[in-house]
């Protein structure tokens, strides 16, 4: 069992950074790979980025590659995601998910965290 508690949402101007924290629990942190999604109001879920467990393996969305950047401790049992040059188009609820295996479908993972609000100001 992992449960996730994600962090670091707010408000920014466009063109701003924030960077968003993910502390999981559990001692099988390391083990899962970590990823992080977001949803817009009256939006599908969406695929942001994802990290494997050792870090060697990163992937993103087109959208936000050159933008977003995923990392992970796992001594402190937490993923980050550094968000920068922010647009309004980012806006949306942040989630982070564990799951076995590197992917970009939200199906294949099993934990997810609350979520925590982005909003970017135009």
């Known amino acids: 069992q992992v449960q996730l508690v994600e962090s670091g949402g707010g408000l920014v101007q466009a063109e701003g950074s924030l960077r968003l924290s993910c502390a999981a629990s559990?001692?099988?942190?390391?083990?899962?790979?970590m990823g992080w999604f977001r949803q817009a109001p009256g939006k599908e879920r969406e695929f942001v980025a994802v990290?494997?467990?050792?870090?060697?393996?990163?992937d993103y969305a087109d959208s936000v590659k050159g933008r977003f950047t995923i990392s992970r401790d796992n001594a402190k049992n937490t993923v980050y995601l550094q968000m920068n040059s922010l647009k309004p188009e980012d806006t949306a609820v942040y989630y982070c998910?564990?799951?076995?295996?590197?992917?970009?479908?939200?199906?294949?993972?099993?934990?997810w965290g609350q979520g925590t609000q982005v909003t970017v100001s135009s």
């Open positions: 998910a564990a799951g076995r295996i590197v992917a970009t479908r939200a199906p294949l993972y099993d934990y």
């Open positions: 559990g001692r099988t942190f390391s083990s899962y790979a």
């Open positions: 990290i494997s467990w050792s870090s060697v393996t990163t």
